[in-house]
């Protein structure tokens, strides 16, 4: 492909993460609740815009109209299987620690209906699923040989970027704050593998978008039924 004017992968690939990083850190520390989603949606098309003006076409983007069918098909698929495991996993005793989380016990009764059905897809979803399946993967899928480093690198970096919210919900003390770290980022990083898997087979960004609602907002909703029913 070719690159317009001084664009090259790594300016692309620096100026995305610049953006990302200074935003995630702004909007985690500062931004207020009622900004999170029509913040990051204006973000997230700003870095697709920058990523068209580098030299990236719909289609490395995984914004093309010809594979959204396709990206449908593979994430509801991918959402009703991801729902599947969450139910079991509700009904297993040994798993019900996975399902005790006292910030979904803590919110509002109108919270508890808006955070998964509207604010995870729209502000949580669909934002990171630009910066990272969109924007960053198509950018280093051009760039390397192998598909597979391109989706580990990303998930690296989707792990990472998990950091700051990890110390914001870790519990008091150094051992506490590392091992909310650690963990978020392995999880998440894992996470990251398995959107990044679904972007490149479905060639679309709606499937990774439909399985990251999918983990979050049925995660959401079973801790919540946990909390109500459960107990």
Do not use: C
């Not at 992968?9 to 500062?30: D, Q």
């Not at 679904?198 to 049925?218: E, G, K």
């Not at 995660?219 to 459960?230: D, Y």
């Amino acid at each position: 492909m070719e690159w317009h004017g001084e664009w090259t992968p790594t300016r692309l690939i620096a100026t995305v993460l610049a953006i990302s990083v200074t935003w995630n850190i702004i909007g985690n520390l500062f931004l207020p609740s009622a900004a999170y989603i029509p913040a990051n949606l204006v973000i997230a098309a700003v870095l697709v815009v920058i990523a068209r003006r580098a030299g990236l076409n719909r289609m490395q983007l995984g914004l093309a109209r010809v594979d959204l069918g396709r990206g449908v098909v593979i994430g509801l698929a991918s959402f009703l299987l991801i729902g599947l495991v969450i139910g079991l996993g509700l009904v297993v005793p040994a798993l019900e620690e996975v399902f005790q989380d006292d910030s979904v016990g803590d919110a509002s009764d109108f919270d508890r209906w808006f955070v998964p059905l509207v604010r995870i897809p729209l502000g949580t979803a669909v934002y990171e699923e630009v910066v990272f399946r969109s924007v960053l993967l198509g950018a280093f899928l051009v760039t390397m040989r192998r598909t597979w480093h391109a989706v580990a690198v990303t998930s690296v970096l989707f792990g990472l970027w998990h950091i700051v919210p990890a110390i914001e919900s870790a519990g008091d003390g150094a051992v506490a704050v590392v091992g909310a770290v650690v963990g978020t980022v392995f999880v998440t990083a894992l996470g990251g593998v398995l959107f990044g898997v679904l972007r490149t087979w479905s060639r679309s960004v709606v499937a990774p978008i439909l399985a990251h609602t999918a983990t979050n907002s049925l995660a959401f909703l079973a801790a919540l039924l946990a909390i109500e029913v459960l107990d």
